[in-house]
T-cell receptor
Framework: GAGVSQTPSNKVTEKGKYVELRCDPI?????LYWYRQSLGQGPEFLIY????????DSGLPNDRFFAVRPEGSVSTLKIQRTERGDSAVYLC??????????????FGEGSRLTVL | GQQVMQIPQYQHVQEGEDFTTYCNSS?????IQWYKQRPGGHPVFLIQ?????EVKKQKRLTFQFGEAKKNSSLHITATQTTDVGTYFC????????????FGTGTRLTIIP
């Protein structure tokens, strides 16, 4: 596609439920990132993939969060036993590769998660 | 852990006035990027700076990377209503764009 696509755009769930958020990066981009943005804050790094493997998952807040990218393209962020504090906009981004000259991250529109 | 702070948090300017936002990192950076986020939108890349003391210009926007590679600034000359949004700096420490640490952002509003 022309840009990074994220679904759903909005998700309302109840505390304790399981949620999956999907990201379809720009075709050909090998690097994929997940960030979380709370209201009035800057994006907070969660995890990034280089190809199929999670190269750095140090930003995942706890073991309720997990992400996969099985074929090196589409990625899914999975959140178990959701808590109200998980409410935020989850942003996915992709880039051509990782390295000093690869520059920009292309962000999707985000998935707004609300946990009631 | 690494922290990136921006000042001011908010800036209201008359259209035509200049605007500057400052970014400071607690650690030395390998590169810094700037993004603009319109209200209700997603971050959009503006520029990347890599070299110590680097200055880059994009029309009315001037970006600077400090000599110590721990601070940066974005200056907009003669603001226009299209400049409205939140400006984020994002610092990387691994000579790449993985794991960028975003700043707290400066929200710019323009008074017509």
């Amino acid at each position: 596609g022309a840009g990074v696509s994220q679904t759903p755009s909005n998700k309302v769930t109840e505390k304790g439920k399981y949620v999956e958020l999907r990201c379809d990066p720009i075709s050909g981009h090998t690097a994929l990132y997940w960030y979380r943005q709370s209201l009035g804050q800057g994006p907070e790094f969660l995890i990034y993939f280089q190809g199929t493997g999670a190269a750095d998952d140090s930003g995942l807040p706890n073991d309720r969060f997990f992400a996969v990218r099985p074929e090196g393209s589409v990625s899914t962020l999975k959140i178990q036993r959701t808590e109200r504090g998980d409410s935020a906009v989850y942003l996915c981004a992709s880039s051509r590769a990782v390295g000093v000259n690869t520059g920009e991250l292309f962000f999707g529109e985000g998935s707004r998660l609300t946990v009631l | 852990g690494q922290q990136v702070m921006q000042i001011p948090q908010y800036q209201h300017v008359q259209e035509g006035e200049d605007f500057t936002t400052y970014c400071n990192s607690s650690t030395t950076l390998s590169n810094i990027q700037w993004y603009k986020q319109r209200p209700g939108g997603h971050p959009v890349f503006l520029i990347q700076l890599v070299k110590s003391g680097e200055v880059k210009k994009q029309k009315r926007l001037t970006f600077q990377f400090g000599e110590a590679k721990k601070n940066s600034s974005l200056h907009i000359t003669a603001t226009q209503t299209t400049d409205v949004g939140t400006y984020f700096c994002a610092g990387g420490t691994n000579f790449g764009n993985e794991k960028l640490t975003f700043g707290t952002g400066t929200r710019l509003t323009i008074i017509p």
